[in-house]
């Protein structure tokens, strides 16, 4: 089975770790040649925009895949003339837009912050009116970790974002004072089964994600089953297969959902350690007609993301229940170079190891 991958970076590269397990053998196709995937497969460089280049990628594949939402439509529609692409172009055009993400939320009954679009700066104006400050301004196309959004304060903070962000379509969105970030990694197969890995609890930096955590405590069982009612009405939406993420916001007893993810995420790397079968292995189960695998929790277990220059090796493989997954990156400031999932017998037990191991990533970033 030789599977295509758009996009060649950590997202491809733990998707051929796990699928060289398998048997499956991986191409991947991507702008750059210097790409954390290139060690596990064949890379093929080119434009998305490139048609021949797509073709010469997408020939002789079994199937085809992509590893970040905004992979080009149009590349993926390309390959999809000569290999099957999962997860289906509709969620991937969904996740790329937020406006269709808030009407497919609408549609489907999910709960979301309440916006407005904006498309100059009389709308803008009149949305922060509606909405009151603060509030929080975004792109509509080509965000990821908090690139592309603001929180506006006030009509200063506006006049200041709508400058930086000139030209580009924006959504303006209520200010959610959220108690906490949750994330449904949800996976569904071509035979329409859907499993979903435990909520994951998340902790963001200046939208950069830097923890994820499972089990999440004191999540009600009424919030968990709402969280997999969203996440199944998606997939059953769009006859989803492969995994997908969803991030809410935990509110008042309620809970909103952020935004969609058609791919492996982020928040889902605790599960490469932390679960019976890694989010990589069931996406790859998923898109090859397989069975899905257990989703179930080994222990408890948080990933911390390695952002820039990361703390020495011989430190990290001393901690207790530490793994070590580096990406092959060169570290420059807030870059995701690498993570580390940490696993402990008893949620006190992991509490104790990561300790050590936030007292190493202060050191190494001071
Ligand atoms: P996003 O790019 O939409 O995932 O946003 C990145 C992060 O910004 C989120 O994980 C939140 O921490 C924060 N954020 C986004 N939207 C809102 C909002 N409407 N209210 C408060 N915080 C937000």
Redesign the pocket.
Known sequence: MKIGVLGAGQLGRMLALAGCRLGYRFRFFDTSSDAPAAQLGELHTGSWQDVQALRRFADGLDVITYEFENVSLFAAKTCSDCAPVWPPLGALEMGQD?VKEKACFRKLDIPS?VFREAHNFEELKQATLDLGF???I?TTTL???????Y?LRNQNDAEAAWRALAGSGVIV??????ER?ISVIAVRSMAGDIAFYPIAQ?E?QQ???RTSRVPTVNLSESLQAKAQDYARRILEEYRYVGVMAI?L?ETKGELLA??TAPRVHNTGHWSIDGAITSQFENHLRAITGLALGSTDLRCPTVMHNLLGEPPAMEALAAIPGAAIHLYGKSPRPGRKIGHINLLGSSVEELAEREKILNALVVKSSS
């Open positions: 937020r912050a603060p509030c929080v975004k965000g990821y970790d908090g690139k592309g959004q929180v969105e209520q200010f959610i004072a959220f970030e998340n963001h939208g950069i994600l991030e916001f952020n935004e």
